[in-house]
């Protein structure tokens, strides 16, 4: 099945700076998600993007389909980014959503 | 919108005991719902999804089953818990076109088995 890494693990950064988090997956994909889960435990829906750019204030992301990976921006990082960052992706005719193992990011004040 | 309702927050149960999780939804019909669990700084496992009343499907062979009785109700159950069984659960609801297929999570339950 798909294979899904996420990196880097672990990102430690000061309140102010830029970070890209890096996700590449094995196979083709028709569905790509990124979720922001909070230190609460809350996961929240970042972005539905399979392929292309998008962004959402401070937050983008880019899916280069072809080339089997996707990029989460964050610019200007405040505290309240902080959490762990998870892509997950789906192939075809399939429901699960296989899930990388995270990103966790501390931003500092 | 779509809203997803998950009780208790948290939940200590003692082994053996019986557990019932219950997650409903509003704003959507006939979704796509899943359970995950999360174990403590681990990433997310699928343990059951349903596309319908009735209609389970199982991941992971465990101590757990999962029921959807009604179209926006999915419950998670076990007739004796494990330690094992300890983690976050989490209800999650998904549409069926490619115009929503995004995953959208309830706020989960900490369960401790003790």
């Known amino acids: 099945g798909i294979q899904v890494e996420q990196s880097p693990p672990d990102l430690i950064l000061q309140e102010g700076a830029n970070s890209t988090l890096r996700c590449n997956f094995s196979?083709?994909?028709?569905?790509l998600q990124w979720f922001h889960q909070n230190p609460w435990g809350q996961l929240i829906n970042l972005f539905y993007?399979?392929?292309?750019?998008k962004q959402n204030g401070r937050l983008s992301a880019t899916t280069v389909a072809t080339e089997r990976y996707s990029l989460l921006y964050i610019s200007s990082s405040q505290t309240t980014d902080s959490g762990v960052y998870f892509c997950?992706?789906?192939?075809?005719?399939?429901?699960?959503?296989?899930w990388g193992a995270g990103t966790k990011l501390i931003i500092k004040p | 919108s779509q809203t997803i309702h998950q009780w208790p927050a948290t939940l200590v149960q003692p082994v053996g005991s019986p557990l019932s999780l219950e997650c409903t939804v509003e704003?959507?019909?006939?979704?796509?719902l899943y359970w995950y669990r999360q174990a403590a700084g681990r990433g997310l496992q699928l343990l059951f999804y349903?596309?319908?009343?009735?209609?389970i499907s199982s991941e992971v062979p465990q101590n757990l089953s999962a029921s959807r009785p009604q179209d926006r109700q999915f419950i998670l159950s076990s007739k004796k818990l494990l330690l094992s069984d300890s983690g976050f659960y989490l209800c999650?609801?998904?549409?069926?076109?490619?115009?929503?297929?995004?995953?959208?999570f309830g706020s989960g339950t900490q369960l401790s088995v003790l």
């Open positions: 196979d083709s994909v028709n569905n």
């Open positions: 993007i399979p392929s292309g750019t």
């Open positions: 704003g959507t019909s006939n979704p796509n």
């Open positions: 997950a992706c789906r192939m075809d005719s399939n429901y699960q959503l296989i």
């Open positions: 349903s596309v319908g009343i009735g209609q």
């Open positions: 999650a609801l998904g549409g069926r076109t490619s115009t929503n297929e995004k995953l959208f």
